[in-house]
């Protein structure tokens, strides 16, 4: 797997200029998000480039042709001038700015629902606007900052996620490519600006802790005391979550830990749920197919 979670490079920003369009997003409308499902909180997407153009198009497929810029991109035209100079725009797929306030990217794996050629995507995230709360998670690499211009190509076929603690802005420029004619391309063809791929700079790593196994039981059983609806199940999630930002363990054990609360209880609707949410989040899915996480989502 060449494309594995790595700090590519950085790009100095034109402050004055991201400003502006920072601004812009502000005042976007907020639509129902594709993927309500993938996150806890407050999480807020732009289509800036995607397939058909519009900027209500929140949803990633498999396409054979270069993204089209949104209406949100005509709006933003110093993001995509640094999109288009530094960039191999002609395998882009889909441009997002992402805004996570007060919460999580659910634990997950992405392209699961999409073609069996995984090694063809690679994802890139670039923060635009962060804060020292903020954090990601990835299965081997363990808990990380990005900060502000950090280019990390991100091993997003293995489970990961995100976190802000706090309720400043987290704004991350998200960029999908799409590699077809290679069977294992390398992540360094996503830049048109060849300058701009510089793996010098060192990753803000965060140091975790050893959890003892008697000390995990005790915290899974405490969870397990009240846990009656398997809608309660988000809440635990984000506990064990957060969990995992202090404490050494891999993204994966967030799934296996609330599988081990769920059968604590007993309860076999409440064990099915959670093996179900485990599948879904990192396993397998389909296109389309949704989990019903929150009792908000059943109206989807």
């Not at 996150?39 to 997407?45: A, E, F, K, M």
């Not at 077809?180 to 360094?188: A, L, N, R």
């Not at 609360?261 to 389309?288: P, Q």
Request: proline share 3%.
């Amino acid at each position: 797997m060449t494309t594995r979670t790595v700090l590519a490079g950085r790009i100095n920003f034109d402050n004055a200029a991201l400003k502006k369009d920072l601004a812009v997003l502000a005042g976007v409308p907020i639509i129902k998000e594709q993927y309500d499902e993938f996150s806890s909180g407050t999480w807020i997407n732009h289509s800036i480039y995607n397939r058909t153009g519009e900027w209500s198009d929140t949803q990633y497929t498999d396409y054979d042709h270069p993204a089209r810029r949104t209406q949100i991109g005509q709006a933003t035209p110093y993001l995509c001038k640094i999109i288009e100079e530094t960039f191999d725009v002609e395998h882009m797929r889909m441009a997002r700015v992402r805004n996570l306030i007060k919460g999580q990217v659910i634990p997950h794996v992405d392209f699961l629902e999409l073609s069996e050629k995984k090694d063809g995507y690679i994802r890139i995230l670039i923060p635009l606007e962060t804060c020292l709360d903020s954090y990601h998670t990835e299965e081997h690499f363990g808990v990380f900052r990005m900060r502000k211009g950090d280019i990390w190509i991100l091993e997003s076929t293995l489970p990961h996620g995100a976190h802000n603690l706090g309720h400043d802005n987290r704004r991350i420029l998200s960029l999908d490519f799409q590699y077809t004619d290679e069977d294992v391309p390398h992540y360094s063809r996503i830049f048109r600006d060849k300058a701009a791929h510089d793996e010098s700079h060192r990753p803000a790593m965060v140091a975790r802790a050893k959890l003892e196994e008697e000390d995990l039981e005790d915290f899974l059983a405490m969870l397990a005391t009240d846990f009656t609806d398997p809608f309660q199940a988000e809440a635990i999630l984000v506990r064990l979550s957060e969990l995992q930002l202090r404490f050494d363990s891999p993204v994966s054990d967030i799934y296996r830990n609330i599988v081990r609360v769920a059968k604590m209880t007993g309860r076999a609707d409440l064990i099915e749920h959670c093996e179900n949410m485990s599948r879904f989040y990192i396993g397998s899915r389909k296109l389309n197919e949704r989990f019903m996480l929150r009792k908000d989502l059943l109206a989807a």
